[in-house]
Nanobody, 120 residues
Framework: QVRVVESGGGLVQPGGSLRLSCAAS????????MGWYRQAPGKQRELVAA???????NYADSVKGRFTISRDNAKKMVYLQMLSLKPEDTAVYYC??????????????WGQGTQVTVSS
């Protein structure tokens, strides 16, 4: 069983910054892609940023230049540093982890989500 837990959300003023963290734990043999998604009220969940096991990132156009994704493979953690936050960044942010269990079964697990609210 694989568990994914996010932390670091909160309320921030426009122009402010937040850092989200996500930890994967359990019967994990290998972690492949780790990513952050978000879902705003009334909208579909969308990819914010993802990073491969060798550290290659990709970003949604809306966050390029403002958000940075990074990971610590030894700790099985992924981070999202968010700068210059805008009200339109307000959403529930979800962490997604893809990999193999110790039984060499593919997993694709989601966290419970963390709320990010950008408002004055």
């Amino acid at each position: 069983q694989v568990r994914v837990v996010e932390s670091g959300g909160g309320l921030v003023q426009p122009g402010g910054s937040l850092r989200l963290s996500c930890a994967a734990s359990g019967s994990i043999f290998r972690v492949n892609v780790m990513g952050w998604y978000r879902q705003a009220p009334g909208k579909q969940r969308e990819l914010v940023a993802a990073i491969t096991d060798i550290g290659s990132p990709n970003y949604a156009d809306s966050v390029k230049g403002r958000f940075t994704i990074s990971r610590d493979n030894a700790k099985k953690m992924v981070y999202l540093q968010m700068l210059s936050l805008k009200p339109e960044d307000t959403a529930v942010y979800y962490c997604n982890v893809d990999g193999l269990t110790t039984n060499l079964v593919r997993f694709d697990s989601w966290g419970q989500g963390t709320q990010v609210t950008v408002s004055s």
